[in-house]
């Protein structure tokens, strides 16, 4: 069985620098030909796929947060891992790993975790 777990700081300055963390178990992130994605969701607002790295370790950024995102993994630890730059309260979101043979995926596809609320204010 598949499982992603999401952790991180649940609060974050302004102008500050957000790390996540997603571990997996039960898969390896480097075998099988699939990518795995950073997904948030604003209060409100329907889901915004933000990138993801693939079985080899290529990344893959949506165009509008390319400049501030940055997507990495750590084999040994099997993680996966987010960094956000320069947030702002509009970077207010659930965020969720999740891994798939597509990108962006759809919320039925794949496996996903269960999320982690992160919240910018001063």
């Known amino acids: 069985q598949v499982q992603l777990q999401e952790s991180g700081p649940g609060l974050v300055k302004p102008s500050q620098s957000l790390s996540l963390t997603c571990t997996i178990s039960?898969?390896?992130?480097?075998?099988?030909?699939?990518?795995w994605s950073w997904i948030r969701q604003p209060p409100g607002k329907g889901l915004e796929w933000m990138g993801a790295?693939?079985?080899?370790?290529?990344?893959y950024y949506t165009p509008s947060l390319k400049s501030r995102t940055s997507i990495a993994r750590d084999t040994s630890k099997n993680q996966l891992t987010l960094h956000l730059s320069s947030v702002t309260p509009e970077d207010t979101a659930m965020y969720y790993c999740?891994?798939?043979?597509?990108?962006?995926?759809?919320?039925?596809?794949?496996?996903w975790g269960q999320g982690t609320q992160v919240t910018v204010s001063s």
């Open positions: 999740a891994r798939a043979g597509s990108i962006p995926p759809s919320r039925n596809e794949g496996y």
């Open positions: 039960g898969a390896s992130i480097t075998a099988g030909f699939y990518y």
């Open positions: 790295i693939d079985y080899r370790g290529s990344t």
